[in-house]
């Protein structure tokens, strides 16, 4: 009886141990709403007194975070087209806002402002000025840390600086969502460092799919120069690589197509060098995603289509994912009868970026006797799949 409740009990051990060890975050991807919020806008204004000061000072943060938000949107090569921001009226672009570190003085006002913006007074501003935008933020993106020094590449590295880096800057996600993976036995199995050299996309994506992330990139860096390991002791020197040779390699998922992107680095001698190295980095990732999301602001292209119907109910679900989609300008109704739909939108990016953008929603646009018609994947519609 003792060696059976000891072997049950070593038995419940180990499973809670392996459930333990298999575990992975969470995730939760990022909103619209959050990709339109401006955080930490550093205010200070004087006035005649400590209200006008304030109002002041809200008013400059709210323009400062509305530059701070087009250029997150657009691609830095497109930074001398953005609108002048400085004569528009504040009230149509700004949801709403909320102050941290106040400070207040007779005739002074000093704080930090969060500003949420509306979107598609944002989208329509940038739509008007003729730049191409980012209208909706990363699904999450599995973040594969590597280091290479004398020709060997290591992938898991435990405690290293570099890993540390993009630990931190996972904690503050933007426009492109980080997702760091635990780096334990499960993880060195699934991608191991021959697998990542070769670019293995299969070994990838069920790496990617452990963390429920389809989207997987490496990234590599190869410090030159400068005497401090990729450590992170008390002991290790003071200064750092001089300079870093950092390559962003996509390897699965839509970015998987996008060739290895390979730069150089010489941080400042003021700065870290590890964390500057992965801020560099996570720049130019932003920028990969912008390209692959950008929604083209000049070409506008009317699709029509047949949606069947099961019921009124699976119509209203269909056009809620309709109006969100960033693409989409206008839905219209051209018929409408007990099983199905007749409709046309029009698109910017015309009808295959209409085509991906319904994918990632889970439909597909087929034809049909010369005819298009939006159909869920994998089946007919159905109201209680949506």
């Known amino acids: 009886m003792r060696q059976r409740a000891g072997a049950e009990l070593r038995g419940a051990v180990l499973a809670l141990a392996a459930l333990l060890l298999g575990a992975v975050p969470a995730l939760r991807a990022a909103t619209a709403a959050e990709l339109f919020r401006v955080t930490g806008v550093p205010v200070d204004a004087a006035a005649e007194d400590a209200v006008a000061a304030r109002e002041q000072a809200i008013a400059e943060g709210e323009r400062e975070g509305l530059r701070r938000l087009l250029r997150r949107l657009t691609l830095p090569a497109d930074a001398s087209r953005l609108p002048d921001v400085g004569g528009l009226a504040l009230a149509r672009f700004v949801r709403s806002f909320d102050i941290e570190d106040e400070r207040v003085a007779p005739r002074r006002y000093v704080a930090r402002l969060n500003v949420n913006y509306v979107p598609d007074a944002v989208r329509d501003l940038l739509g008007q000025s003729g730049v191409d935008f980012l209208a909706e933020p990363s699904p999450p993106i599995l973040v594969v840390p590597a280091v290479r020094e004398g020709g060997r590449l290591e992938p898991w590295r435990e405690g290293g600086a570099w890993r540390q880096a993009w630990g931190e800057?996972?904690?503050?996600?933007?426009?492109?969502?980080?997702?760091?993976?635990?780096?334990?036995?499960?993880?060195?199995?699934?991608?191991?460092?021959?697998?990542?050299?070769?670019?293995?996309?299969?070994?990838?994506?069920?790496?990617?799919?452990?963390?429920g992330a389809q989207e997987v990139v490496a990234v590599i860096a190869e410090p030159v120069g400068g005497a401090a390991p990729d450590a992170a002791s008390a002991d290790a020197p003071a200064a750092g690589p001089q300079l870093f040779r950092l390559t962003l390699q996509p390897l699965a998922g839509e970015i998987?197509?996008?060739?290895?992107?390979?730069?150089?680095?010489?941080p400042e001698p003021t700065a870290e060098p590890w964390p500057a190295a992965a801020q560099a980095a996570l720049g130019r990732l932003e920028?990969?995603?912008?390209?692959?999301?950008?929604?083209?602001?000049?070409?506008?292209?009317?699709?029509?289509?047949?949606?069947?119907?099961?019921?009124?109910?699976?119509?209203?679900?269909?056009?809620?994912?309709?109006?969100?989609?960033?693409?989409?300008?206008?839905?219209?109704?051209?018929?409408?009868?007990?099983?199905?739909?007749?409709?046309?939108?029009?698109?910017?990016?015309?009808?295959?970026?209409?085509?991906?953008?319904?994918k990632r929603r889970g439909f597909v646009l087929s034809a049909e006797n010369d005819q298009w018609r939006l159909l869920p994947v994998g089946g007919p519609l159905d109201r209680r799949g949506y």
């Open 169 to 211: 800057l996972a904690q503050d996600p933007l426009m492109v969502q980080l997702v760091l993976p635990l780096g334990d036995l499960a993880d060195m199995t699934s991608l191991d460092a021959a697998a990542l050299e070769a670019g293995d996309e299969a070994a990838a994506a069920a790496l990617g799919e452990r963390y």
């Open 256 to 266: 998987a197509g996008s060739p290895p992107l390979s730069f150089e680095l010489r």
């Open 287 to 358: 920028d990969l995603w912008k390209q692959s999301r950008l929604v083209p602001a000049a070409h506008t292209e009317a699709v029509s289509f047949e949606v069947p119907l099961a019921d009124l109910g699976t119509w209203v679900l269909i056009r809620r994912q309709l109006d969100t989609l960033p693409e989409v300008r206008e839905v219209r109704v051209d018929s409408f009868a007990r099983d199905r739909v007749e409709v046309t939108v029009a698109v910017a990016g015309g009808l295959e970026r209409l085509r991906q953008s319904l």
